[in-house]
């Protein structure tokens, strides 16, 4: 009999999200299984409102930024009552398993499902890419380049006006979005939270290079170090020279994604059809070296990404 497979998008938002949902519901159709979209990530599993995807219901998504599933934080699901009505929603509808698209709270809620029996495999999706057993989530190489497009007007600002900025991106717990599109957008500085903060550092660089002409001053900083603000105020009060300050926000969660991101979803959405129809469960579908790797979800929430220290050194010495 033929499988019958739902599909959820959940946490935050992340592009490259929609390609995924798309892989899915085309490798699922093309291995002969139905295809379930289930609205607002646990939510819908906790109202039951679930939706067939046809092929034709993906069409024209590849490319679009956020996911046509919608997503949502869902408190509910943490409580007993929360995901025994969700279980019980997935056994009326009977569905064979699920694919989970989202970050590592998600696939603590996939835990929750394994342990009342309900199949599941993750796929992870997050701007942040601070999940383990994947070279890079879904929708962080979008972010870092939006981010980027970004500093690199914002240096066009400051060189006119020979201007120190504090540039804000996100990354409440990990800096690799500051990290990358630091580097790549020539930041004098980066603030990363796996990088003890030493302001007085950032001062003196900052003075050495207004000293040697430099015409702007660019400090990257990862939201989860300090306020934006607060930074500049100190580096003032430590300078003398003015900070601006810009703060992306959530222009770095939408867009259209990047090549890499749609390629990545593309190859991991199909990747976790396939593991759930071979009776593979409880794990997520990772890309290594361009190799699809799975991951249990125990480790994959356990352990910890450790950023490129080396980067972050270099990013010093290619900022002087
Ligand atoms: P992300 O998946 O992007 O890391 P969150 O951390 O917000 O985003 O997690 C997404 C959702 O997963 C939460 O809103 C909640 O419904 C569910 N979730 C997270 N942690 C748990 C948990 N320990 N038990 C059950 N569900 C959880």
Request: glycine letters at 14%.
């Amino acid at each position: 009999m033929s499988k019958k497979i739902g599909v959820l998008t959940s946490g935050g938002d992340a592009p490259g999200m929609n390609a995924a949902i798309r892989a899915v519901v085309r490798q699922g159709i093309w291995k002969g299984a139905q295809i379930i979209g289930v609205m607002r990530g646990y939510e819908g599993l906790i109202s039951g409102e679930f939706t067939e995807l046809g092929p034709s219901s993906v069409s024209g998504i590849i490319q679009r930024g956020g996911t046509i599933l919608l997503t949502a934080r869902c408190e509910e699901f943490k409580t007993e009552e929360g995901i025994e009505q969700a279980v019980s929603h997935i056994r009326e509808a009977q569905l064979d398993g699920l694919i989970l698209i989202g970050g590592d709270g998600t696939f603590r809620g996939g835990m929750e499902l394994e342990k009342r029996g309900v199949a599941t495999i993750g796929v992870p999706a997050s701007i942040d890419d601070d999940v383990w057993g994947t070279d890079h989530t879904i929708g962080f190489d979008t972010a870092v380049n939006t981010a980027l497009l970004a500093l690199d007007k914002i240096r066009d600002t400051a060189t006119s006006h020979e201007r120190a900025f504090v540039v804000e991106v996100m990354g409440r717990t990990a800096g690799y979005i500051a990290l990358m599109s630091g580097l790549a957008g020539g930041a004098e500085f980066i603030a990363i939270p796996e990088v003890p903060l030493k302001i007085e550092e950032i001062a003196q660089a900052l003075k050495r290079g207004f000293e040697r002409k430099k015409r702007h001053f660019i400090i990257v900083l990862a939201e989860g170090v300090m306020g934006a603000y607060q930074l500049a105020q100190e580096l003032y009060e430590r300078t003398g020279h003015e900070i601006k300050v810009s703060i992306l926000g959530h222009i770095q969660r939408g867009g259209n994604p990047s090549a890499y991101d749609r390629y990545l979803a593309s190859r991991l959405g199909a990747a976790a059809v396939e593991a759930i129809i071979s009776g593979k469960r409880g794990e997520m579908v990772g890309l290594k070296n361009e190799e699809i790797a799975l991951t249990p979800y125990a480790e994959a929430v356990s352990r910890r990404k450790e950023i490129n220290i080396s980067a972050y050194e270099l990013s010093k010495i290619l900022g002087l």
